[in-house]
Structure formats: structure tokens, C-alpha cells
């Protein structure tokens, strides 16, 4: 059973920066790709950021020039760095490694950008 476990959110205030872990219980390469998504209350979850096996980073057009995807293989870690946060990039923000046939979820991590 594949397992991902996410950290690094917290309270952070306009223009700040935070950087957020996702770590997979196997070898990020078995997946397509793993992915970033962001989900407000009530609303249903948004892509925010992906990296592939090769590589190749993909990135929602609000957050592009901001926000970086990275990952560590050794370590099966997929990281986030967020800077220069806005109010509305408050989210739950989800990990998920994706396969063509079935996608993983974490539970998810809290960010605040609030002054």
C-alpha cells in the first residue's frame, strides 16, 4: 500500500515563503508523475504543480515563476518551495503520485498566508 506523508505547512504572512515535503512510502519513479493539488473549502481540488518521471515540471498559471517542484530520489521526497505567497494560495495542499490507473493521496498539509 503506497503511503504519502506531507509537511511543512504552517502560518505564513503575505510575500513569505514556505516549503512543503511530500514523502512516498516507494520509489517516486514507479509513478507517472507526482503531483501538488490545492483545495479550498467547498471546493474541489486544483492542480498546482507536477513532476514526471523525466523530469519535466508542469505548473498552473498562477503560480508559475513563484512556486518550484523538486524532488529528492533517495529519498522518495517531492518537495514544493512556495515564494512570495498571496492570501489566495490558502489551501489544504495534497500530494498525490499518480499511475495511469490509480492515483495515492496524502492527507494533506495546511497553509495560511495571512498578516
Known amino acids: 500500500q503506497v503511503q504519502l506523508v506531507e509537511s511543512g505547512g504552517g502560518l505564513v504572512q503575505p510575500g513569505g515563503s514556505l516549503t512543503l515535503s511530500c514523502a512516498v512510502s516507494?520509489?517516486?519513479?514507479?509513478?507517472?508523475?507526482v503531483a501538488w493539488y490545492g483545495q479550498a473549502p467547498g471546493k474541489e481540488r486544483e492542480l498546482v504543480a507536477s513532476?514526471?518521471?523525466?523530469?519535466?515540471?508542469d505548473y498552473a498559471d498562477s503560480v508559475k515563476g513563484r512556486f518550484t517542484i523538486s524532488r529528492d530520489s533517495a529519498k522518495n521526497t517531492v518537495y514544493l518551495q512556495m515564494n512570495s505567497l498571496r492570501p489566495e494560495n490558502t489551501d489544504v495542499y495534497i500530494c498525490c503520485a499518480r499511475m495511469l490507473r490509480r492515483h495515492y493521496w496524502g492527507q494533506g498539509t495546511q497553509v495560511t498566508v495571512s498578516s
Open positions: 516507494e520509489n517516486i519513479f514507479n509513478f507517472n508523475d
Open positions: 513532476i514526471n518521471v523525466g523530469g519535466r515540471e
